[in-house]
């Protein structure tokens, strides 16, 4: 199988199974707020798009997570052993990241926690010793070693997941501005995997043609008039996703790049004190 074969799997499968899963999450979501709506009240959030107390379903993220971790494990047979190793760490990162989003989705999470844990689903990443710890600083050379490793890898993790969250609110917006993200960073990694392939690997493009496929998957019912919200567990594995590839294919510049209205939005907020 050419790459060509190999992406066309990898967005196909990641599309077909996000909207299944979403299909299935509004149905059963819905199902269980007419049968136990005391107990399904966590699920839903109000739509403040919508006149009218309009109440939809808020983890809509774990279909997401369905799409892209599915269209990566089709895709571990089919690339060498290099790549398949640093898309099994970045699969665990976000189920990891999954995990804490969606128990920040159902309990109330005080803010420090919401930016300090998300670290933790940058451990795959530290223990496979993805990226590279060298950079060019004044046109020299220069070795971060475990400060890299270290600090720097779950401060990329943390950054791109709540900078995702940040920028949010409308129908559409960060289901439709993680598309574009990943889609940029995809041709990005393309260009340079093909003009350095002993230095790049098919890691980055494959984890983010996965997450473009699940994102324009989930946009299909995302965009207004909303049917289901990613919540924060989707905002937080489209960051986390975001910030794996790039860091496995040592693109962090690229990832910088692609993030700057996420940035800009966290500066305006910062000149606002957060609120």
């Known amino acids: 199988m050419n790459d060509y074969h190999l992406f066309i799997l990898v967005v196909s499968s ?22 136990k709506p005391a107990e399904s009240r966590i699920f839903f959030g109000q739509d403040m798009a919508k006149a009218g107390p309009v109440h939809i379903p808020t983890v809509g993220g774990l279909a997401i997570t369905l799409g892209f971790g599915f269209s990566l494990l089709l895709s571990l047979k089919l690339v060498d052993n290099r790549s398949c190793i640093t898309l099994l760490a970045g699969l665990v990162t976000i189920l990891l990241i999954t995990i804490i989003g969606f128990l920040d989705d159902i309990f109330i999470v005080r803010r420090i ?17 993805t990226g590279t710890a060298t950079v ?31 920028l949010a609110g409308f129908n559409g917006l960060e289901a439709g501005s993680g598309a574009i993200a990943c ?26 043609l996965a997450m473009c496929g699940a994102c324009l998957a989930f946009l299909l019912f995302n965009w207004y008039p909303a049917k ?48």
Not at 18 to 27: A, E, K, N, S
Not at 140 to 162: D, E, K, M, Q, S
């Open 14 to 35: 990641s599309f077909a199974a996000t909207f299944f899963g979403c299909t299935i999450l509004i149905r059963k979501l819905k199902f269980l707020q007419r049968k």
């Open 113 to 129: 926690w919401r930016i300090i844990v998300p670290g933790i689903a940058a451990l795959p990443l530290i223990v496979v010793d």
């Open 183 to 208: 889609a940029a960073v995809f041709t990005a990694s393309i260009i340079l995997v093909r003009l350095e392939p002993e230095k790049y690997s098919l890691s980055t493009p494959i984890m983010m």
């Open 228 to 275: 289901i919200f990613p919540g924060n567990v989707g905002t937080y594995v489209i960051g986390a996703a975001i910030a794996s590839a790039v860091i496995i294919g040592n693109m962090e510049k690229i990832g910088v790049i692609v993030l700057i209205p996420q940035i800009m939005e966290f500066l305006l907020k910062l000149r606002g004190r957060l609120k």
């Open 136 to 166: 060019h600083i004044f046109n020299r050379i220069v070795n971060l070693g475990n400060f890299y490793t270290y600090l720097l890898i779950p401060l990329g993790v943390i950054a791109c997941a709540n900078l995702i969250n940040i």
